[in-house]
């Protein structure tokens, strides 16, 4: 029976300058612990949809994000300014030749496109910084009609650095591979129809302050799209879709009610667990289980990064669902381990799933099933906020 990816929350849930401009200044310094929005910080308020990653060639793809309305528009422009959409020359000298040659993007910025229509997903969030991935598709044909923009705010929600990722002009052709949250690799074709035009490969890496860099070390290879999708054995339940967003809702920290109403009420999720935890710090955190289909999982972790007024908490909300293996009947969820430490947390979940026995008995063809022991692990890391598949822990 095929997993679904189950629709959890009403708020979204499930990545500067070139020539003539100077650089943003540097990310603010870490906070100890996510910190509430800052005043004025209007990302922190949009709707925004995250991007489960890898993937590859995204500016070829197509996404299911809802377009921003008027406001999103307009905080986008009060993020970007008249900023210029910086190509890789910023980051890579190597890259100015290639930028001289074809000249097309270098005036580009937010103010001297069209927005016909935009959309913004979260790529990684950080106690530092958050970073974005923007897409803009101005409604022209052919060249100029869609860009997309990597770029890190700051705990403030401000610009902190940014890289024009995909766009197409008359003389090239760029697109980018993400192969983490915090890695992406640039892959531009030079040179148009019958035209030659310089190639262009390079890897870089986002640090935990939003900054930009080449990584020399990273691959340039493009990532396989197949090979990102596939080679999953079904019947291991190892991996599933992640997603984070941060969502408000009208309970004290902790406050169990809460969650269960947030996930679990109109979600077609069946709770299996709700539960207070604490992090390594003794910071709070709620640990939340529930049931998808016959045996398939879904987990949450919340982390309360602010209490507003009229008894409101704001959260941090990270999922992971684990889809039900091939040929699963039902399924029992045993313990679940909370094992944190200076980093994050590793959860281990004890699983049993009745799988059926293709023919069934032998003897009469009645349905049989197998009894199947497995064990489920995940794990919280603090600076993304990310939950994700992890190795089971060793018996």
């Known amino acids: 029976m095929p997993s679904r990816l189950p629709r959890v929350l009403s708020l979204p849930l499930l990545l500067a300058a070139c020539s003539g401009a100077p650089p943003p200044g540097p990310a603010a310094t870490p906070p100890a612990a996510p910190a509430a929005p800052a005043a004025g910080n209007c990302l922190a308020s949009l709707p925004v949809t995250p991007l489960t990653t890898p993937a590859a060639s995204l500016y070829a793809q197509d996404f299911a994000a809802t377009p921003l309305d008027a406001a999103g528009l307009r905080c986008i422009a009060d993020v970007w300014g008249q900023t210029r959409f910086a190509s890789p020359q910023r980051y890579d000298a190597a890259y100015a030749p290639i930028q001289a040659a074809h000249g097309e993007d270098a005036d580009l910025r937010w103010t001297n496109v069209d927005h016909d229509r ?12 958050t970073t974005w991935l923007l897409r803009i598709d101005t409604g022209l044909a052919m060249e100029g009609s869609r860009y997309d923009l990597i770029f890190t705010s700051d705990a403030h929600g401000r610009l902190s650095d940014q890289m024009l990722v995909g766009v197409e002009g008359v003389m090239y052709r760029r697109d980018v591979d993400l192969r983490s949250p915090l890695q992406f690799t640039i892959l531009e074709v030079g040179g148009r129809e019958t035209a030659s035009g310089p190639d262009y490969r390079a890897a870089f890496r ?3 302050d939003g900054h930009i860099a080449l990584d ?18 079904a019947n291991q339940a190892a991996r599933g879709d992640s997603a984070t967003s941060v969502e408000e809702v009208d309970g004290a ?14 979600s077609g999720v ?20 529930g049931r998808t289909d016959a ?11 602010a209490t507003g007024t009229g008894g409101h908490t704001r959260y941090q909300v990270a999922s992971l669902s684990f889809p039900e293996p091939d040929q699963a009947l039902g399924g029992e969820l045993g313990q679940a381990v909370w094992k944190p430490d200076k980093d994050g947390v590793s959860i281990a979940l004890s699983m049993r799933y009745d799988i059926g026995r293709e023919g069934g008995s032998p003897d009469s063809g009645e349905p049989q099933t197998t009894a199947v022991e497995q064990t489920l692990a995940a794990r919280l890391q603090l600076v993304s906020g990310e939950l994700r598949p992890a190795s089971p822990p060793s018996p």
């Open 118 to 129: 935009v959309q913004l997903l979260r790529v990684a969030q950080g106690a530092a910084a």
């Open 206 to 208: 986002i640090d935990d």
């Open 216 to 233: 020399p070390q990273g691959s340039t290879e493009a990532l396989d799209p197949a090979a990102i999708s596939g080679g999953a054995d």
């Open 253 to 266: 920290p902790g406050d169990p009610e809460a969650i269960r109403r947030l996930l679990f009420s109109d």
């Open 270 to 289: 069946i709770e299996e667990v709700v539960q207070r935890q604490t992090l390594a710090d003794g910071s709070l955190a709620m640990l939340a289980i």
């Open 295 to 305: 045996a398939g999982l879904v987990v949450y972790v919340l982390r309360p990064i």
